[in-house]
């Protein structure tokens, strides 16, 4: 069984570091067709099932790397810098380490996220992935994606997927040592695809997803079934990515997501992430689908709403969420 930095170690691979002056990298956040919900290794961070995403264009997080006069990191978030002893910079201390070479420079760390996170959008998994993107590039490693997928992941598993644009594959691998756990670019492009951000809540959702998938696995009986649910899934949105399919694509979407609450609720004691305005805008979509309109709903361990539909229907449901963000992921 590998450490997490003997597994980063093997990811990099002996690549000799060339350290930059300083380096800054973006990546986009990503929203899950077909969730990922559970982990078959808790040090390495390697997913129980395999995932699909779409990213979201150019919302995301920019990430600077550079060399720090001192001997400690700093760590500067939105334009403020941190206490060393703050989760936040804790956890970016930990991730960075994982990358280090021998004799590396503490580091000046900033980073900016362009959606706000109380949006609900996934910022853990555009800020993992720039700042491996980021640390790569000051470290000279010069590592291919399919490597920076796999460091990412192990910040957090959507992470993995951040690393690329449009539509991104996670395959959660067989192998102990987590080396054919990755994500892939898949070659499929829907330039009318929007998503549309409903914000319900803006509290800090009441568990964190890595606790929530602990807890959904070991007390929930629906969640046996959800390995064979994502294997049926993916199958359809792949059906549905091939053949241009809209209705398949989005029906399918927010199966899984509705089926992956589904498994929280059945926990034992129950997992609710969801606000009673969540459940309020799932009616409101599909009572308009009902009544012809064409957008689903998919929703993360939080209480806010994503919604896909394709631009011919954006007046219409901007009229039906005023307050929606819309994002177009392939522009
Ligand atoms: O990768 P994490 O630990 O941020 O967990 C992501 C969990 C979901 O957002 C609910 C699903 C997903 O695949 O993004």
């Known amino acids: ?43 390495l961070n390697l997913p129980l099932t395999d995932s699909l995403s779409v990213s979201m264009g150019n919302c995301g997080t920019l990430t600077s790397v550079k060399a720090a006069p001192g001997k400690e990191n700093i760590i500067i978030f939105n334009g403020t ?67 920076l997928s796999m460091l990412a992941g192990i910040g957090s598993r959507s992470a993995s997927r951040s690393i690329f644009t449009g539509f991104v594959y996670n395959h ?65 949105i792949l059906k549905a990515l091939n053949e241009k399919n809209f209705e398949l694509l989005g029906k399918t979407s927010e199966n899984n997501a509705l089926s992956m609450h589904a498994c929280m609720l059945s926990s034992n004691p129950p997992l609710i992430y969801w606000e009673p305005e969540t459940l309020a805008v799932i009616k409101t979509v599909s009572k308009a689908r009902n009544e012809g309109l064409s957008c689903y709903v998919t929703i993360d361990a939080g209480a806010n709403v994503k919604l896909i539909f394709e631009k011919k229907d954006e007046n219409v449901i901007t009229g039906m969420f005023p307050g929606i963000r819309v994002i177009s992921p392939f522009s």
């Open 81 to 147: 810098e941190l206490s060393a002893s703050s989760p936040f910079a804790e956890k970016i201390n930990r991730f960075a380490a994982l990358m280090k070479p021998d004799k590396g420079p503490a580091l000046e760390i900033a980073t900016e996220n362009n959606i706000p996170t109380a949006a609900g959008a996934a910022s853990s998994a555009s800020g993992f992935a720039a700042l491996t993107l980021a640390l790569d590039s000051f470290y000279g490693y010069g590592l291919g994606s399919r490597e």
């Open 1 to 43: 069984m590998l450490t997490r930095k003997e597994y980063a170690e093997k990811i990099i691979n002996g690549k000799k570091a060339d350290i930059q002056n300083g380096s800054k990298a973006f990546a986009p956040a990503n929203i899950a067709l077909c969730k990922y919900w559970g982990k078959r290794d808790k040090e």
């Open 172 to 236: 959660r691998g067989q192998r102990i040592d987590g080396m054919d756990a990755f994500s892939e670019k898949l070659p499929y492009e829907w330039p009318e695809m929007r998503l549309g951000l409903v914000t319900v809540s803006s509290e800090k959702k009441c568990m964190s997803s890595g606790k929530g998938m602990e807890h959904t696995a070991g007390t929930s009986i629906l969640y046996e079934r959800w390995p064979s649910q994502v294997e049926r899934d993916m199958e359809l």
